[in-house]
Nanobody, 118 residues
Framework: QVQLVESGGGLVQPGGSLRLSCVAS???????????FGWYRQAPGKERELVAT???????RYADAVKGRFTISKNNSKKTVYLQMNSLNPEDTAVYFC?????????WGQGTQVTVFS
């Protein structure tokens, strides 16, 4: 398994920005590069939703709610996946989770809280 640790969450006012990191420090590089990564979020009373995807082939996809505002990226050398979040609004408030998967393997981080308030 690959251990994933998220960081970078916090409190921010509407219109602000945050950058989340997901570090797979224990993974070997060859394993990390084979994974597809996704950022998910879950707000109280809502289903966990997929926010952004970065495939092993380098393609990215975004949920309609965050298109144009969020950017997912990956640094293989650092074994880290990022989620840059701009123009945040209160609807973005949630716990954000990082997931890495390939074949039958699926690994989740424990989440980081993002709160947008005015």
């Amino acid at each position: 398994q690959v251990q994933l640790v998220e960081s970078g969450g916090g409190l921010v006012q509407p219109g602000g920005s945050l950058r989340l990191s997901c570090v797979a420090s224990r993974a070997i590089l060859s394993t990390f590069t084979l994974y597809t990564f996704g950022w998910y979020r879950q707000a109280p009373g809502k289903e966990r939703e997929l926010v952004a995807t970065f495939t092993s082939g380098g393609s990215t996809r975004y949920a309609d709610a965050v298109k144009g505002r969020f950017t997912i990226s990956k640094n293989n050398s650092k074994k880290t996946v990022y989620l840059q979040m701009n123009s945040l609004n209160p609807e973005d408030t949630a716990v954000y989770f990082c997931k890495g998967s390939t074949g039958n393997r699926e690994d989740w981080g424990q989440g980081t809280q993002v709160t947008v308030f005015s």
